[in-house]
């Protein structure tokens, strides 16, 4: 598995290259050349280091057909400025998509999920506003096994709608417990009644 972390001393590679390469793309690109097409595992963690911040190009990423899992762990939504490029983007093998800490704009990220969500077993996504995710997983995530996403308020009344179309459903895992403005037990109760099978996590 190849982790955008992996490429240590990066920030220092871009300092000393600045007369060779024009921007930060070029350098990237011509590091991620070596990766094989054959990859099934892809993870990218970017960080907030430096403002402005500089966006992460994710194009690249759709030459890797054979994807199973991909992880994206950003902490500002500025690096996904090219996800509106990648949602496009089919991989008939992936099974798993993590997003954490922040997510891409619900409307990229539905069309991605629209050309992959097929096979999909498992979606991992912290972003707030998942509302129109939430309806999104019923419609185009048929196979999905395991859920981790937040349900407030107003994702609430979409828990019920998940439950009951989305049969394969093995377990679901609810971020930010403290925060939110539902009781637990009412998580809880919705699951038994609906799937009692389900594993429920929260966190």
């Known amino acids: 598995m190849i982790q955008w972390s992996d490429f240590n001393g990066l920030t220092d590679l871009i300092s000393a290259q600045q007369k060779s390469y024009q921007n ?36 690249f990423i759709a030459r890797f057909t054979n994807l199973q899992k991909l992880v994206f762990k950003f902490y500002s939504n500025e690096f996904y400025k090219d996800f509106n490029r990648l949602q496009y983007s089919i991989f008939p093998e992936v099974q798993s998509l993590r997003l954490s800490m922040k997510c891409p704009r619900n409307e990229l990220l539905i069309k991605f999920l629209e050309n992959n969500g097929k096979n999909l077993k498992e979606l991992y996504f912290e972003g707030n506003n998942n509302y129109s995710l939430n309806l999104a997983i019923i419609e185009l995530l048929p196979n999905l096994r395991n859920l981790s996403t937040r349900i407030d308020y107003y994702e609430f009344k979409t828990l019920e709608l998940i439950l009951i179309n989305c049969q394969y459903l093995e377990s679901i895992k609810v971020f930010g417990v403290n925060y939110l403005c539902i009781d637990v037990k009412d998580i809880s109760e919705k699951v038994k009644k609906y799937s009692p099978k389900i594993k429920l996590i929260f966190s």
């Open 24 to 59: 930060f793309t070029d350098i990237i690109t011509t590091l991620l050349e070596r990766i094989p097409n054959s990859l099934i595992k892809f993870s990218i963690h970017g960080e907030i280091r430096q403002e402005p911040v500089i966006a992460i190009p994710l194009s």
